[in-house]
């Protein structure tokens, strides 16, 4: 029984975290394209995922649900652990991959470029959003559909999920409008 609980809350942060990152795909080139008018895929893979939203989203459940009753705490708490993420990631792919996928340098009260005050605004509401209203909807959402038809879907999305990431570790998703270079001030990379 108790290994049977184990395998269906897995999956289902599995699917959270495809749902987060799909979500923040949204997200991410609704905003791209009201800013500048144009469709930009900006994140380090191919597909419609972000997975830095995928883990967010996943962090925020294990870490705030047991707040869901308090959202103003949600809040705060959202602002802080997204904070968090986006600099850790934001740190780690311009480490490894010398390539910025966001920049707040011209924003005011940021770090490094990596997050800002109003990227952290952006995740107190999300986060409260996310854990307060949509996680329960997409929980009751998964939790009806069929067992064999939740195991189907996460595998095609897992195995498309892993021949993304190994296409984007070959040839990352970089170039005009999507990526900064660390080799020039913060301008972006011109095709």
Request: proline content about 4%.
């Amino acid at each position: 029984m108790r290994k049977d609980y184990l395998i269906k809350s897995i999956t289902q942060y599995i699917f959270f975290f495809f749902l987060g990152a799909f979500l923040g795909y949204l997200w991410e080139v609704l905003l791209f394209y009201v800013q500048d008018g144009v469709f930009c895929n900006r994140g380090f893979l191919y597909g419609p995922w972000l997975p830095v939203y995928g883990v967010g989203a996943v962090l925020m459940l294990l870490i705030l649900r047991r707040f869901q009753k308090h959202p103003v705490k949600v809040f705060f708490l959202a602002v802080l652990l997204g904070s968090f993420v986006e600099l850790f990631i934001g740190w780690f792919l311009a480490q490894v991959f010398h390539l910025r996928y966001w920049d707040y340098h011209d924003y005011p009260l940021q770090l490094g470029g990596y997050i800002c005050l109003y990227s952290a605004l952006g995740f107190g509401i999300a986060g409260v959003l996310w854990v307060c209203v949509f996680a329960r909807i997409a929980s009751h959402l998964w939790k009806k559909m069929p067992v064999p038809l939740q195991r189907i879907f996460l595998t095609l999305l897992i195995l498309a999920f892993l021949f993304d990431c190994a296409a984007a570790l070959i040839f990352p998703n970089a170039g005009h409008n999507i990526t900064f270079s660390l080799f020039q001030t913060y301008q972006p990379v011109t095709c």
